[in-house]
């Protein structure tokens, strides 16, 4: 796996050194050093909160550009669901696949199709004796990623299916191959998606390899474009095309999944914050009646992501409302047996998740032993207020930048301050005894 590969990425030349993001960054992957700030690969989740704290846009997500399409011969489209609360006035989901189409995109193969292909798969799951509980969503790959870095106990209970945007890639790029004689090399699926850790998935993916997505391209890089087809009304949508259930679509909101599952016992969190304290809950087993927990890194949901243009309460209800208008056809009853067995080589898991070692202070066990001694000792001589101020997000990761040699006692303004009033004590009291 490409370790080195992060969507969320600095603008050296925009940062002014200030602290939201390092107080906001939920693994503390962030540091600010010289005036700058500076990411810590190992740590960095993509979650995309950085980017929405930053007053200075300094921080910004690597997506691929429209034009990435015409390497393809042929394109084929994934919207992620969340983008049909992005505009006003849609009467219908199906405006969108349509002009989608007529902005150079061959095929559409709306991900919330494949929202309900997991759903079912999840539902197989959930049946079987040896499922654990709670299982865990992978549909967010920023929370897996944040399962991996600080919940490694918590991997084992992540459903070992490949989420939405994977399937949905999978099964057009078979269709459209099956339908057109070409091949699948030819065939270029691109992912519209509202978030950052999207695009980090597709380049270092989760439980498997190599990813059937080509690319992701933001919102908006594109929302300029379609919206300036729908305002003109030159699209004609054709419900009778579109794939997805209403189940499929409220994916894009937080609970969305656990309603298509169907599974009451469910419980959906949305907010890295918030879903960091549910997973501690799990760890410890205070949790014990959750059967699935749906964990979304951003509020709202999908909705409510990084690289989304409208406001996320808008959007919400405009997916509600949406998704009213479908039939209310469960997944279940809408997904064919054949189609679900057609999937099934591709639909799981090749390869375990593992954790990310992050917080290793050293391959030698003693060496690190002695670190983590001395890590404690200068943290009792820091004043705790964990204000950020020293560059790092608390005094416990101070403590832990100084004895790893990124950072000094000195970074830390109370101990400065402190030192130096020390410091002119002592130069008063040799003042006085050279006049004496």
Not at 118 to 126: K, L, N, P, T, Y
Not at 197 to 213: D, Q
Not at 234 to 241: R, T
Request: aromatic share 6%; with cysteine; charged share 25%.
């Amino acid at each position: 796996m490409n370790k080195c590969f992060h969507s969320v990425t600095l603008d050296v030349s925009k940062c002014v050194g200030c602290t939201n993001c390092l107080k906001r960054c939920p693994t503390e992957a962030i540091r600010i050093r010289e005036k700058r700030a500076y990411i810590i690969d190992s740590r960095c989740i993509d979650c995309g909160e950085c980017i929405r704290v930053c007053e200075h846009h300094a921080k910004v997500a690597t997506t691929n550009p429209l034009a990435t399409i015409n390497r393809y011969p042929y394109k084929i489209a994934l919207p992620a669901p969340a983008i049909y609360g992005q505009f006003k006035d849609l009467n219908s989901v199906a405006f969108i696949p349509e002009a989608l189409r007529m902005m150079g995109f061959d095929q559409v193969c709306e991900v919330a199709h494949g929202a309900d292909l997991v759903s079912c798969a999840i539902m197989e799951r959930m049946k079987q004796p040896d499922c654990p509980r709670p299982l865990i969503s992978s549909s967010c790959p920023a929370v897996v990623r944040l399962i991996q870095t600080r919940f490694p106990e918590l991997i084992d209970n992540i459903v070992d299916i490949k989420s939405p945007m994977e399937v949905a890639a999978i099964e057009a790029r078979r269709k459209f191959c099956e339908e057109h004689h070409v091949a699948p090399e030819d065939v270029g699926c691109f992912f519209l998606t509202p978030c950052a850790a999207k695009m980090t998935a597709i380049r270092n993916p989760l439980g498997h390899e190599k990813s059937a997505v080509s690319g992701a391209i933001s919102f908006l890089e594109i929302y300029g474009l379609l919206s300036g087809l729908l305002r003109k009304h030159a699209v004609n949508p054709d419900l009778a095309h579109f794939q997805a259930t209403g189940f499929g679509v409220n994916w894009a909101r937080t609970g969305g999944e656990a309603l298509a599952i169907g599974v009451n016992e469910a419980l959906a969190v949305d907010g890295i914050d918030n879903v960091i304290r549910v997973l501690e809950e799990i760890e410890n087993n205070r949790l014990p009646e959750v059967r699935y927990f749906e964990g979304l890194a951003c509020l709202g949901g999908c909705v409510g992501g990084p690289l989304t243009f409208e406001n996320m309460f808008i959007a919400r209800n405009r997916i509600r409302l949406l998704q009213q208008m479908l039939p209310k056809t469960r997944p279940e009853k809408r997904v064919r047996n054949e189609d679900l067995d057609l999937l099934r080589p591709e639909l799981y898991f090749e390869q375990p998740l593992t954790s990310m070692e992050n917080s290793r202070l050293d391959e030698d066990f003693k060496t690190a032993m002695d670190k983590l001694a001395r890590i404690e000792k200068i943290q009792k001589q820091l004043p705790g207020l964990d204000c950020g101020s020293c560059g790092s997000p608390s005094c416990q990761a101070l403590a832990e930048d100084i004895v790893q040699g990124f950072a000094t006692e000195l970074n830390c303004i109370h101990l400065l301050k402190e030192r130096l009033s020390t410091m002119a004590a002592q130069m008063v009291e040799m003042a006085e005894a050279t006049r004496e």
